[in-house]
């Protein structure tokens, strides 16, 4: 604010002495004085157009009457104040200052100093008060002016308050602002309260109440307010309240802005950053969300219970690759909306990425409903699709969990419902699998097995055993089996059976298997050549499906066999049964190749897996090896013989040999010998052993 300037003060008297009186009295340090003698200067003061506040002005001058150069001042400046002097108190003396509107009079001589400066002190008081008030009141003019053209230009809609009578002037715009037409409006605040929608009512109207109780400066908040077309505008809303001198407030004014457009574009990007662009499903971010309000919910009423279920799309690679993205996209948009189509009210579907969906399943009692519930999503679900003209078949596995109140945070639940669906897929897909306890110790020591089998890869820290395969007519040793162990520092020899399937899951089978491959190449060809002289000897490695499905394998065979000048016949591969099912073409071609080195092919654990006979003949197979379950039950009960003689007359016709696995028994040697089986294996002969044990064996019995 601009500084007050100083009050200025006229004095006009014809006694010098009066004059200096009043310069001590009225401390001319603090305020500035100008001085006329006679009407005629007082005139000339005036009218030059000194400003002055208050006029101290002797009634009787020289040249005339004081009262006139009163008068022209009052005129001019109606704030300035005078006070007359005269040389007598009387009645008239009074009047006469009332009539030139003068503040007060004084008498000559004067007679307490003090209390004339008092009096000049108040009077100067009042025009400060006066011309202080003006000027708010001019600056109030000029903000008022620019605060409508501010308000106009920003379209806000205008209304003032009186709280007192309770009326309310609204504004042109703002009643076009809600489509109201003058009649519509009575003027009142419920105009515009009751318009509030009911999620915003509350919060206005606490806002509204912390102003004007003065907890609150001013006024402001978003809210909805209904439009006469029954849609609802976001209305930005600031106020202030006029207040009197005790605080209480007497008006409230203030603006409507309208921020609908700004809302929707807020909505939207919140939106898209909560839901998946493909299916518009809640993305992760919102699912886990709702997960922890579900979790918030279920530790205040602990009798709700909610259950979740991971879903992963089995075949989604396939299309993707085979049909296209645009394909992979319309068929997550399809099954997107048969699993919301499979869902009730309270529930959520979400997709978490890739092909992996998750639901939220509310109210879910027991496992039994949630075993219902999936039951009936992945019947749904199952079903094909027609997309494009082409059928498309999905299943789907999945994994569900139960909340229990032992679970405190989302990614506990989405951890657990992971591992299920994990069992899901490796126990056969399109299926799913209810989570238990038990799986997690499961799942955790699968991820301490894999961090161990990585250092063991570095480390190499496997050896292979060696098992003979006997020709069951000579009865002599005709290869071997190579099987892997693991020599763990910390637990000592680890069987295969628990470490291969997890190092198929994360790939390590690769580097695993290639260690195998070259370990038994090399050992087969010191049994040929060095010392023991078996030149027939050879060696069968069994090979993975994913190790048969990686590009590699051809190459890495082709080189270790010239590496370590071995015969091709010298090698054999054992494939199991489901490796060659799951993945035909790549693994046919595959095959072919190895077939190209001259390398043999077995079919592994023949019989137990999807026991068809029919790609046989498609297949360059050169040997089956029936399982050891076949093998176990031999001349108990008739079936297994009947199986076994089936297997060796089918092998026969179509130029294939068998290998009959896990022969423990004399008895089952003779069952064997009798249906015709070629080969066989198993403790009845020997069990596997490390490759000195084999050297050793070899040399003591040459004629085996
Ligand atoms: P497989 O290829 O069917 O190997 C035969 C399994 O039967 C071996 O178990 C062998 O020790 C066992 N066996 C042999 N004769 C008998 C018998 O008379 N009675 C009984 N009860 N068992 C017998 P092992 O060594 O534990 O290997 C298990 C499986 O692990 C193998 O089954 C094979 O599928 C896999 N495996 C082993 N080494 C490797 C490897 O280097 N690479 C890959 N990919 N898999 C391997
Ligand atoms: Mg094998
Ligand atoms: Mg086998």
Redesign the pocket.
């Known amino acids: 604010m601009a500084s007050v300037p100083r009050a200025h003060l006229l004095i006009v008297d014809d006694e010098p002495v009066v004059h200096a009186i009043l310069r001590e009295a009225l401390h001319a340090d603090r305020r500035t004085m100008s001085s006329a003698a006679t009407l005629a200067e007082a005139r000339a003061l005036v009218g030059a157009g000194e400003r002055v506040d208050l006029a101290l002005i002797d009634k009787n001058l020289p040249d005339g009457s004081g009262l006139e150069i009163a008068h022209e001042l009052k005129e001019r400046d109606p704030f300035a104040e005078v006070i007359l002097i005269t040389g007598y108190a009387s009645f008239d003396s009074a009047v006469e200052a009332l009539k030139v509107g003068a503040y007060d009079y004084l008498t000559k001589p004067f007679e307490d100093i003090n209390k004339l400066a008092l009096q000049v002190e108040h009077a100067l008081q009042k025009v400060q008060l006066r011309r202080d008030q003006e000027r708010l009141l001019a600056q109030l003019v000029q903000s008022e002016r620019r605060y409508a053209l501010a308000a106009r230009g920003a379209n806000d809609g205008l209304w003032d308050w009186d709280l007192h009578s309770g009326q309310v002037y609204f504004s042109p715009r703002w009643r076009e602002m809600l489509g109201l037409s003058e009649g519509e409006v009575r003027g009142v605040a419920a105009d515009w309260l009751d318009r509030v929608h009911d999620d915003d009512r509350e919060r206005v109207e606490a806002a509204l109440h912390a102003h004007l109780d003065g907890r609150l400066d001013h006024l402001q908040d978003e809210h909805r307010v209904r439009h006469r077309d029954g849609t609802f505008r976001w209305l930005l809303c600031r106020a202030v309240a006029d207040r009197d001198s005790q605080g209480r407030p007497m008006r409230l004014a203030g603006s409507m802005t309208d921020v609908t457009e700004r809302r929707l574009a807020e909505q939207q990007m919140q939106y898209d950053v909560l839901h998946d662009a493909v299916t518009f499903l809640p993305n992760r971010t919102l699912f886990v969300d709702r997960l922890g309000q579900a979790l918030a919910r279920a530790r205040r009423h602990p009798g709700c219970r909610f259950a979740v279920m991971l879903l992963d799309l089995d075949r989604f690679k396939l299309v993707n690759e085979g049909l296209g993205h645009s394909m992979g996209d319309k068929l997550l948009v399809s099954f997107a909306r048969r699993l919301e189509g499979c869902l009730r009210a309270g529930d959520t579907a979400a997709r978490l990425g890739g092909d992996e969906f998750a639901v939220l399943l509310d109210e879910v009692v027991s496992e039994q409903d949630a075993v219902a519930v999936a039951e009936r999503l992945t019947a749904e679900v199952s079903t094909p699709v027609i997309l494009d003209g082409r059928e498309v078949f999905t299943t789907v596995s999945g994994g569900i969990v139960m909340a229990t109140s032992t679970y405190e945070r989302p990614e506990e639940l989405l951890r657990d419902a992971d591992i299920a669906m994990y069992r899901a897929k490796t126990t056969g897909r399109g299926r799913y699998v209810l989570f238990e306890t038990a799986m997690q110790h499961r799942a955790a020591s699968f991820l301490e097995t894999d961090t161990a089998l990585r250092r063991a890869v570095e480390r190499r820290e496997f050896v292979?055993?060696y098992?003979p395969i006997v020709s069951l007519e000579s009865g002599r040793i005709i290869g071997f089996?190579?099987?892997?162990?693991w020599q763990r520092p910390d637990r000592g020899l680890v069987?295969?059976?628990e470490f291969?399937p997890i190092a198929?899951d994360t790939g390590l089978?690769i580097p695993?298997?290639e260690y195998?491959l070259e370990a038994a190449v090399k050992q087969v060809r010191a049994w040929q050549t060095d010392g023991v002289g078996r030149e027939q000897l050879y060696v069968s490695?069994?090979?993975?499906g994913r190790?048969l499905a990686f590009p590699g394998l051809v190459d890495t065979v082709g080189r270790l066999l010239l590496d370590h000048h071995l015969a091709p016949a010298s090698l054999r591969l054992?494939i199991?049964e489901s490796a060659i099912v799951e993945n035909t073409a790549a693994v046919e071609l595959t095959l072919a190749k190895l077939k190209g080195l001259d390398v043999q092919l077995y079919m592994?654990?023949f019989g137990t897996g999807y026991s068809s006979l029919s790609y046989l003949h498609r297949l360059p197979i050169d040997t089956l090896?029936v399982?050891?379950a076949f093998v176990t039950n031999l001349g108990k009960e008739g079936e297994n013989s009947v199986i076994v003689h089936t297997i060796v007359t089918l092998a026969r016709v179509l130029g294939i040999e068998v290998i009959a696995?896990?022969?423990?028994t004399a008895d089952q040697l003779s069952h064997l010998r009798a249906l015709r089986c070629d080969h066989g294996?198993?403790?009845?002969f020997a069990?596997?052993l490390p490759a000195e044990a084999i050297t050793e064996l070899l040399r003591r019995n040459p004629e085996w």
């Open positions: 292979v055993y098992q089996e190579a099987l892997v162990r069987p295969p059976l291969i198929e089978i695993i298997s195998v490695v069994n090979v993975s190790h054992e199991t592994d654990d090896k399982d050891r696995e896990g022969i423990e294996q198993g403790y009845l069990r596997p």
